[in-house]
């Protein structure tokens, strides 16, 4: 089965969890911004939750199926419909031979993720299939979609067989059939336009001043038009060290929050360099990085500080959570 694209979007790209055991070369990590649902649409079709699939943003491409396929879309709401029909988020899909996968308004988050039974199968490199654009290597050719462009699909597994014999036994081979199992709404983040995001300390965390701190946790701050997948950079209250510091390079990773010497923060993101000499002054808790990536350009964000055992249980909570609906899949 393949994907043929007719019109790429905004920005598309193949992306996976991510390229990992490289940074010591100086080769970023990349992978999905909203790891959590690229992990949701994996499962529901039956790969693997480490499968490369679409990450779409904004305006999403227009793609068509050669032969039958069963797919999930998770994330952001970018109202995506299979010929005409909706599809609903977070839900198993069938989709027949020839049906067009396409996308329209904007309704929520900023970035959907569309896996297909048997993951993309483009080349690994580093041991990882994800887009990294600046270097120009992973996903396809290096580089985000074009019209013309076609993604071959892996091999089906044995469960992703099944979920399509069970599709199609209710609609039959030649229609559209979303499945009666989706995610339940409990697990799912708390997406929103203006989210609130836990943070621990960052090293660098008690050398500012306290009004510092207290504007970073009790002020919005707006999400830049310059900022990408690299680093969301913030605009808001001005953050200012204690006293100035010279500050030696060290290593950074996803929702690290360094603040430059303008005082406005920049938060790292999926494509983040692998080290940073500005100061640390916290860290996205890792259940709360998906919020973050689903913040639209010009959208606000909140900061909250908890604890790093409360980041940690809350982690081991949501890990917990993901255990128990992959077995549960897994006796579909």
């Not at 977070?90 to 569309?114: M, Q």
């Not at 290096?142 to 597994?157: E, H, I, M, N, W």
């Not at 709360?288 to 249980?313: H, I, K, M």
Request: aromatic share 6%; with cysteine.
């Amino acid at each position: 089965m393949s994907l043929l694209i007719t019109k790429p979007g905004l920005l598309s790209t193949i992306q996976d969890l991510g390229r990992f055991g490289t940074q010591k070369y100086g080769v970023i990590a990349s992978g999905a911004m909203d790891s959590f649902a690229l992990r949701m649409a994996n499962l529901l079709v039956g790969n693997t939750e480490k499968e490369a699939g679409l990450e779409i943003t904004m305006l999403g491409p227009d793609l068509t199926f050669d032969s039958p396929a069963v797919i999930s879309v998770c994330g952001g709401d970018l109202s995506p419909m299979l010929d005409e029909i909706p599809v609903p988020l977070w839900r198993t899909v069938y989709a027949p031979k020839g049906s067009r996968l396409h996308f329209g308004r904007l309704r929520s988050g900023c970035r959907a993720y569309l896996a297909v039974a048997g993951g993309l199968d483009v080349p690994l490199q580093m041991n990882s299939r994800s887009t990294y654009l600046r270097a120009g290597i992973g996903g396809h050719q290096g580089r985000a979609l074009r019209a013309g462009d076609v993604l071959p699909a892996g091999a089906l597994s044995s469960r992703s067989r099944r979920l399509a014999d069970r599709l199609t036994g209710r609609a039959g081979s030649g229609a559209a059939a979303a499945s009666s199992w989706f995610v339940a709404p409990e697990l799912l983040p708390a997406y929103s336009g203006e989210p609130v995001i836990r943070v621990t300390e960052g090293e660098e965390y008690h050398l500012f001043e306290g009004g510092s701190l207290h504007t970073f946790l009790n002020e919005p701050f707006t999400v830049l038009t310059q900022s990408d997948r690299m680093g969301y950079r913030l605009s808001g209250g001005t953050l200012r060290l204690a006293e100035e510091k010279e500050m030696i390079s060290s290593a950074v990773t996803f929702g690290t929050i360094q603040v430059p010497a303008g005082g406005n923060p920049i938060v790292l993101m999926a494509d983040r360099q692998t080290t940073g000499g500005y100061p640390k002054l916290a860290q996205v808790i890792s259940v709360d990085l998906p919020l973050l990536a689903q913040v639209n350009l010009g959208g606000a964000v909140r900061f909250s500080c908890v604890s790093l055992r409360e980041a940690q249980e809350l982690n081991i909570l949501r890990e917990l959570e993901i255990s128990r609906l992959r077995s549960a899949l897994s006796q579909l």
